[in-house]
């Protein structure tokens, strides 16, 4: 299981350090995070470049809010890997997991899975997966969803998008998005606002205070919202060549 060390600062010599500071300044992106993806060998105590921990932004915003579209978006030009929550649920359902059932019911009433099954999922499709780099969509939709992932995987993601988008138009764009998803129904998706409020917003708060959170207006078309997703990913490039 990849491991993040809490803190690399006495190993990092002061000029390292002021760089990047700068790098941080500049872009606008904390540094530190992306030198603290190297994994330390607690042997030697030394930084190893052999394993890496995967770069992980972690994607939320209410039930039709555009988190799949920009994710596919950030796909195309970004290179990152996408692993959204609700389709390794689904997935589960249609392979008649021990799961479904539970699970089936769960998403048609608008709740939330237990961690326990989703986190296992997420952690099995990181492990099976070569990608250094994953969107992780739909997830985590309560502080037992987050608390459950940072205890299994052993790490916090690196940065957090919100697609802010009003409730009008959330509703509005999954009654007509017609994918034959079994909770896109007005029931459901009432039920499903409600739970967004009243157990996600706890979490989107988390981590705007740990300063990882780029809120981004979800209104618009999927070209004008990428526009202002894209300056969040091209400023990590540099950080990345490092
Ligand atoms: N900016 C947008 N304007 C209008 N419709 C959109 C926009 N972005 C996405 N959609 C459509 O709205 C629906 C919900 O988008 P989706 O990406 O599935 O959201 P989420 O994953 O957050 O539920 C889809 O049918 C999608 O094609
Ligand atoms: N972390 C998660 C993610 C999704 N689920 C369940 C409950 C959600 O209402 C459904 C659908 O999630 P999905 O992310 O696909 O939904 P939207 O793209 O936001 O419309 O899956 C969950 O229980 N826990
Ligand atoms: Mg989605």
Partial sequence: MWRRVASLSPLVSSSKSR???????????NAWQMFSTQ????????????????????????????????????VETFGFTHL???????????SNSENGSMILSTIKEGKIVPSVVTVQLIQ?????????????????????NRIAYERVIGAEPDIVLFFDCP???????????????????IDTVKERLKVFA????????????????????????????????????AALRYPVLF
């Fill in 19 to 29: 760089l990047l500071n700068q790098v941080q300044v500049a872009y606008g992106f």
């Fill in 39 to 74: 994994v330390l060998n607690p042997v030697e105590g030394g930084v190893s470049d052999s394993r890496r921990t995967p770069f992980v932004t972690f994607v939320l915003g209410g039930p039709g809010s555009g988190k799949g579209t920009q994710c596919t978006r950030i």
């Fill in 84 to 94: 959204s929550a609700g389709d390794l649920l689904r997935r589960e359902i249609s």
């Fill in 124 to 144: 099995k499709a990181i492990e099976t997966s070569d990608s250094d780099k994953f969107l992780i969509d739909g997830f985590p939709r309560t502080e037992e």
């Fill in 167 to 185: 409730e009008e138009e959330m509703v509005k764009r999954v009654l007509n998005r017609n994918q034959g998803r079994i909770d896109d129904n």
């Fill in 198 to 233: 009243e157990l996600n917003l706890p979490v989107i708060k988390h981590y705007s205070k740990k300063g990882k959170l780029y809120k981004i207006d979800g209104t618009g078309s999927e070209d004008e919202i990428f526009e202002r997703v894209r300056p969040v990913f």
